[in-house]
């Protein structure tokens, strides 16, 4: 597989043009990728190739052009662009556990002619039942026995493992960047498609991070919600002196828990679930983490966005709601707020 590759040894997308497009498949949000690969294909989250591509914000209003609506949430419609765009004939679409939006954009997937493979997680984190019913259901789907995925799950542990020091260098030795730290964390979503070379690659920023200097910056902040659209939040953040050291849904993609098997490691991810799973590992997060605040991020035309009134009831910190629409940099209000929170908390 061709990848791209950049000096300071963060993750990066793979050359799609340079896989085989009959093993790439696409996926909407994150999914049982043992599965995937155990099945000897490429996952490609989609949302990831949206948001990193140059013309993000065209892939935006190419899809309204298609006729997608104007107050359809920007991930959306970046994920049609990218499937469009890079002709991938195959998605797997999470269809219950994610965007509402899901099941009608893999009906116009499908008039497309591109194959979509549904996927669902269980309304409650308790019902393995269902949830290990998917899981078969998807491995049948994929033709790979299902045996296989479980024995994935010991190789992507091991990788993971990685991003989990990364993560751990984030908040207690203060070596690892908040944008690092949210880079790390999110692209363990689809581990670029090749978790070996993803596992070579932490290795090899692993030993950087350990010979670093701390960060010198005092006040410790979170970022929740899902992963922001907006590239320069946490450049900006960083610039003003702060050290973003949670990163929650983004934290969730790595799978930070020790379980046995596949049911038991979808049923602790807490981004399908109802938003008292997410509080509990928030508020975890702000304990451990020594907090002093939180911006939550939240998308234009998310139906999460309702969340924010629970967080803000639950959570005994300052929190800046931030709310944006498209990709792009932040602009002169949102860095204003956001200079304005920071001094607030100092």
Not at 16 to 41: H, K, N, Q
Not at 62 to 85: F, Q, V
Request: glycine fraction near 4%.
């Amino acid at each position: 597989m061709a990848l791209k590759f950049n000096d300071n040894l963060l993750p990066t997308l793979p050359v799609m043009e340079d896989l085989p497009v009959d093993r790439i498949i696409g996926i909407t949000s994150t999914i049982p990728i043992e599965i995937v690969f155990a099945a000897g294909y490429i996952p490609i989250d989609l949302n990831n190739i949206f948001v990193c591509d140059p013309s993000s914000y065209k892939m935006v209003e190419d899809a309204e052009s298609a006729g997608l609506p104007r107050n359809t949430c920007a991930w959306i419609k970046g994920i049609y662009s990218a499937t469009m765009k890079y002709r991938i004939k195959k998605v797997i679409s999470v269809i219950q556990g994610d965007c509402s939006n899901n099941q009608a954009l893999m009906e116009i997937f499908q008039s497309e002619g591109i194959e979509t493979i549904p996927f669902a997680y269980p309304h409650s984190k308790t019902d393995k039942k269902f949830l290990q019913d998917q899981l078969v259901r998807l491995a049948d789907g994929l033709e790979v026995d299902y045996s296989k995925a479980e024995e994935m799950k010991e190789r992507l542990d091991a990788v993971r493992a990685k991003v989990h020091e990364i993560d751990r260098l984030t908040w207690v030795e203060n070596t690892v960047t908040g944008e690092e730290n949210h880079i790390w964390t999110v692209s363990t979503s689809d581990l670029m498609g090749d978790y070996a070379v993803f596992e070579g690659r932490a290795v090899r920023f692993l030993k950087l991070a350990h010979d670093r200097e701390s960060i010198q910056h005092a006040l410790r902040i979170g970022v929740v919600g899902i992963p922001p659209i907006c590239e320069d939040l946490y450049a900006f953040l960083s610039s003003i002196g702060a050290h973003v050291v949670f990163n929650e849904i983004q934290r969730q993609f790595s799978m930070p828990y020790s379980t046995e098997t596949l049911a038991d490691q979808y049923s602790k991810y807490t981004y399908p679930y109802d938003i008292f799973s997410r509080l509990e590992d928030i508020q975890q997060g702000i304990k451990q983490r020594n907090i002093k605040g939180l911006i939550h991020y939240v998308q234009s035309f998310c139906h999460r966005h309702i969340h924010d009134s629970i967080i803000r009831k639950n959570v005994q910190l300052p929190i800046l709601t931030l709310d944006c629409d498209r990709p792009g940099r932040l602009d002169g209000a949102m860095k204003t707020r956001i200079e304005a929170f920071i001094e607030m908390l100092r």
